[in-house]
Nanobody, 120 residues
Framework: QVQLVESGGGLVQPGGSLRLSCAAS????????MGWYRQAPGKQRELVAG???????NYADSVKGRFTISRDNAKNTVYLQMNSLKPEDTAVYYC??????????????WGRGTQVTVSS
């Protein structure tokens, strides 16, 4: 079983910054992709940013130029640096990781989420 634990959420004023972290633990052989999703009240969960084991990244159009995703493969940890935050970035942010626990068994796990609130 693979567990993901997020941290770093909180309340920030518009224009401010936050850094989210997500650490994966458990029986992990490899992680080929990690990502951040968010869900605002009354809306569907959406992809914010993703990163592969080779550090290829992709971002939602709404966060390009403001958010940066990175990962530490040795620590099985992914980060999301969020700058120039806007009220519309307010949501619960979830970490996701996909990989293998052994050659014939894969996993796709989610964290419990961390609240990000952007408000003055």
């Amino acid at each position: 079983q693979v567990q993901l634990v997020e941290s770093g959420g909180g309340l920030v004023q518009p224009g401010g910054s936050l850094r989210l972290s997500c650490a994966a633990s458990g029986s992990i052989l490899s992680i080929y992709a990690m990502g951040w999703y968010r869900q605002a009240p009354g809306k569907q969960r959406e992809l914010v940013a993703g990163i592969t084991s080779g550090s290829r990244t992709n971002y939602a159009d709404s966060v390009k130029g403001r958010f940066t995703i990175s990962r530490d493969n040795a620590k099985n940890t992914v980060y999301l640096q969020m700058n120039s935050l806007k009220p519309e970035d307010t949501a619960v942010y979830y970490c996701n990781a996909a990989g293998t626990v052994r050659a014939d068994l894969s996993f796709d796990s989610w964290g419990r989420g961390t609240q990000v609130t952007v408000s003055s």
